[in-house]
């Protein structure tokens, strides 16, 4: 089972990404645009337990964006609201 959060949301800077596997992992952890563009990505192997990643929003507008998880198994989406 896969856990995924992030926080704090809104936010204007940075957003936290944290999640867990119960077992090893390739994943893709993405930032999607509410207009579905691609606005950053990071392809890794993750070992069994908890992970976390933080993600720069300081570049983009404000707005409604989804931060994606992908594995080979599972897709878990979490909005945020940059500020």
Known sequence: MMKFTCYPNPRS??????????SGQRTKLSLISIKGQLI???????????????????????????VNLQTENEVLSVRILKD
Do not use: Q
């Open 13 to 22: 800077e940075k957003v936290k990404a944290e999640f867990s596997f119960d």
């Open 40 to 66: 950053w990505e990071d392809k890794s192997v993750y070992s069994t337990g908890e992970h976390k990643e933080m993600i720069d929003l300081s570049k983009i507008a404000k707005g409604i964006y989804h």
